[in-house]
């Protein structure tokens, strides 16, 4: 007769079935449900094995129950084995799967740049802050006074028709120059005086080399003693650092009615040293900017003594700096924001 109804017997066919599915199994999921099954829960193989010991008698239930127990035992032994053996698999895979290979060159990341108008700026910045000049902003709508009168070019003067203005009202306008920055200082502030004012101006005007929105930087210097000499020296360091060791300037005669005597800037052209190329059109100098020693009516509207004080300004337009610098024959391609003319700007 068998033991435990043959119960017992049953034992080594279930640890044979269990290490079979084990072998088989072939991830921690998979092992989880096969631990369900097998070993736990109430409806789990072995704890159904376990509810048949109130069928047996009572001096065979403990043996069965030690078997089973034993039997439990192994079984979790060997999950847990089999658990870290799967674990260790997995591991693996997902090594394998998400291996980077660090000897694949990278993806070139494509960095931003700083746009030609701004550069300029910056480096303009640059230089003169590094003369001690202050930086003042000032602001894009002005008054007809700031923009043109207290600049010493009243309703009726001629010099108005230089520059095409965009009226916002028949007081206020877009301010065509930075120079209304000039008596705003003037205004508030006593010699010495030495800013720049960087900004942008708007005029009616709109061609290759022109736009009816462009930037332009002014400088003032007002002190004793301020002569035209004191702004050809400040210029010849600016030209040389802007567009390069050699450069030197020349002044020609000029009109502004802010100014007198008046000039415009010469640099001698940098792209063939003063030989006459097609940039320079031959004449070995390029026209860079309007400067002058500050009219004694402008000093005067501004509440500053004439006989005492002396100043000289200028004024530079950034885009036509920018095109001259980076070889731009056209105004637009500062304004289009076309990444491919860009790119090559700051290649
Ligand atoms: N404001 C002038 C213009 O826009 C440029 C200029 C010329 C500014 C002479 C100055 C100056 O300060 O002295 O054409």
Redesign the pocket.
Known sequence: MQENNGLSGNLPALRETIEKELGALQNVKELYEFKNVYLEGKKSKISELMKEMRNLAPEERADYGKSVNALKEWALERFAEMEKKLRERELLQRYEREKIDITIPAQPIRTGNLHPVTLVRNQMIDIFTGMGFEIYEGSEIETDYYNFTALNTPQDHPARD??DTFYVSPEFLLR????AG?IHVMEKKRPPIKILSPGK?FRSDDDATHSPMFS?M???VVDRGITLSDLKGMLDVLVQKVYGEGTTTRLRPSY?P??EP?VEVDCSCFACGGKGCSLCKGTGWIEV????VVNKRVLENCGIDSEEYSGF???IGLERTAMLKYGINNIKLLFQSDLRVLRQLNG
């Open positions: 230089m520059q065509t120059q930075t120079s000039q101006v332009q002014e400088g003032l502004f802010f100014t008046s900017l309007g400067a002058g300004a200028f004024g």
